[in-house]
């Protein structure tokens, strides 16, 4: 351990979660590598794919000498920044994992997804974390016709298919009974969502897995990732093993550019709601909840009883720059507390106190994947499309399967595994696409609520996600 505490940087002095932390956590964990060293597995990236990737490798490999490398501070990507629903989501839905994989290895995904919510939850009682976990669902309110229409039809698709539905749908009473929001005409529920408080998870991890004896070196930039060796300004590790753990930031990474798509999502908190007001909004158990406008958004009650609400929306910058502009758009984060306000209009007599945002990373056909090329040594996991949190935690599980030889875990066989997505366009192509994908998507949900109709440029968004 290294005993100053440098100030945060300015990204993460801006989050609720960091905000939050009691100082044991916001302090460096590790130290920047200052020399040439070697291992028996390299890990770029300690947010939640890299960090739960060395703690499943230490509980199946004690003697594995591990190292994880990190340009800024453990969790300060997405992981420390994100919405917290810990979630049964993939990327895919589970009908398009059924095309993919067929029905019976899509019920098995479905029922692995299912359970690494609770996996998380299991490791942080048994590490006695507070990491802010309430297991109250998550209910997602259709508040036009067509979204309601549209979750109908989901739902009798995965039927049709032989799948059972993870969510069931709810009648407009059953859905207000879940989240008062304005203008709840249905919905849907699914049990299989934790909120929790990701900063206090990934700090508490890192500190975990480096008590564990796995090295982590912070303020350490990989400057290339290559079979068996990372190299940073200043030393570089020599290993067997070598994980690209980078999601939104992958692109950055030299002969990476067109493997992720950066999408920058974007986020604000209220003050702590006193109980009146939680009587006009319900949330009661805290499920995390959102409404079925093609332009994600989601929210959730945290444990000191605020909103956490975020949305997409940030423009695509050229040539998938990452610039920390993008996090304190202050148009977005107009937008997403006047979309807040009008679902739950209590809120107008409340402040909202922070306003932040960060990076996550999607393949060109938006499925997350994860693998290792056994012969030179290279290994991946992420392109969550911001269903990160629960996926990540699975994905740790089965870089440690794969890199430990586990060939009889069935965890290697699920669908995801080996999977390769081609890579994006060349720009300007990408920046073409992309952003009028997000004009299209932006423009389907205004004509839905002004209108009721279902837009053709959501069925349109639809094929193109592949949903
Ligand atoms: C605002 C927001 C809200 C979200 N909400 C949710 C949600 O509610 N539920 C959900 O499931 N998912 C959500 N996501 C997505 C989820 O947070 C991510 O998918 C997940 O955290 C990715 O974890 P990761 O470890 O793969 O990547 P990250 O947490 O981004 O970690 C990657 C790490 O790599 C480091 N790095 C980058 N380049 C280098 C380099 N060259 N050398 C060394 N290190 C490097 C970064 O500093 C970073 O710490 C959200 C994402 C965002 C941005």
Redesign the pocket.
Known sequence: MVNATPALHPSLARVLWWDQLPTELTEPIGRPLDQDTSADVAI????????WTAYYLKQREPDLDIVV????I??????????????A?FPQDDLAVARHAGVDAARAFRTTMNASVDEIGRVADSHGWDIGWAKGGSVIAARTESQALRMKTAYQHEQAAGLEPNYELLTADQAQARIKATGVLAGTYTPHCAAIQ?ARL?RNLARQVVSSGVRLFEN????SIEPGIVR?SKGCVRARYVLR?????TP??PGQHRTLLPV????VATEPLPSQAWDDIGLDGRP?FADGRHLVI?G?RTADDRIAF?GRGAPYRFGSRLDPASETNSAIHHDLQRTLREMFPVLSNYRFTHA??????IARDWWASVGLDRTSGMGW??G?V???????NLGGRTLAALITGATDDPLVHAPWVDHRSRPWELEPARWIATSVGMKVVSSADRVESATGKTSLRGRLMGSLTGH
Not at 76 to 85: H, Q
Not at 245 to 249: D, N, S
Request: contains cysteine.
């Open positions: 770029v990236g300690a947010g939640f794919t890299g960090l490398i990190e340009k800024e453990a969790g300060f990507g997405a992981s420390g920044r994100n919405g917290g629903w810990a979630s989501h990701p990934v350490s930039p990989a400057t940073t753990c980078t999601e939104g930031y950055n990474i920058y999502s974007l986020m995390t989601y959730q975020g932040w945002g960060g990076a996550l990373g996991c992420g969550y911001g269903d990160g949190v629960t996926t990540a």
